[in-house]
């Protein structure tokens, strides 16, 4: 069955400190994955897609994530972060398959806090 | 400009009462989606509509329901049975256009707290 798993609840961090938010799925079809990033009252908004071709992709704001496929790992990383991008952020993923076919699968999600 | 509208923003329903939550898209996407979120669960599904008239059950549709009359519209009842209503609910559309590059819309969401 699929399903999408981050690591870290929550994770707090000085301004200009290096981020890295694991996530790890399984899924038996084409991977589809993405970052959705919530700011405090404000709406689910993408920060970066995979869909194929280089497993490096980069986002809006400075974020990026790598897919590395023997790990079914789709790593967030940004190397120096901001009070701003305190927010929770959820790794997701979503299903090429029959039934389920645009299904979109969260993590729990990753509260990060950012401290001035 | 096209999006997604869900209202009201904030619910207050009693105990025992149904309530319905509205969702209305202009962005003539087929697909349409209800999740809930609680703190620490991510989104869990509990509905979806590939097509009008047409829908499914997500992961947690236990004392939900909904309806698919028209594209643009997915309206969700919290019924009675529904055990712990209070969260927040968010709607969201998708295209099945354009291969892989159809794109997921999310709306502002609606809080429901059971009073």
């Known amino acids: 069955a699929q399903s999408v798993s981050q690591h870290n609840h929550h994770v707090i961090l000085s301004e200009a400190a290096s981020l890295e938010l694991g996530c790890n799925y399984s899924?038996?079809?084409?991977?589809?994955l993405f970052w959705y990033v919530q700011y405090p009252g404000q709406h689910l908004q993408l920060l970066l897609k995979?869909?194929?071709?280089?497993?490096l992709v980069k986002g809006i704001k400075g974020f990026e994530a790598e897919f590395i496929k023997s790990k079914f790992s789709f790593n967030l990383r940004k190397p120096s972060v901001q009070w701003s991008d305190t927010a929770e952020y959820f790794c997701?993923?979503?299903?090429?398959?029959?039934?389920?076919?645009?299904?979109?699968?969260f993590g729990r999600g990753t509260q990060l806090t950012v401290w001035p | 400009d096209g999006g997604i509208t869900q209202s009201p923003k904030y619910l207050f329903r009693k105990e025992g009462q149904n309530v319905t939550l509205s969702c209305e898209q202009n962005?003539?996407?087929?697909?349409m989606y209800w999740y809930r979120q609680d703190p620490g669960q991510g989104l869990r599904l509990i509905y979806y509509?590939?097509?009008?008239?047409d829908f499914q059950k997500g992961d947690i549709a236990e004392g939900y329901s909904v309806s698919r009359e028209k594209k643009e519209s997915f309206p969700l009842t919290v019924t009675s049975a529904q055990k712990n209503p209070t969260a927040f609910y968010l709607c969201?559309?998708?295209?099945?256009?354009?291969?892989w590059g159809y794109g997921y819309t999310f709306g502002s969401g609606t809080r429901l707290t059971v009073v």
């Open positions: 969201a559309s998708s295209s099945r256009t354009g291969g």
């Open positions: 899924y038996g079809g084409t991977v589809n």
């Open positions: 995979y869909f194929s071709g280089d497993p």
């Open positions: 997701v993923l979503k299903s090429d398959r029959g039934s389920t076919l645009g299904r979109l699968y």
């Open positions: 962005l003539n996407h087929d697909a």
């Open positions: 509509s590939q097509i009008v008239n």
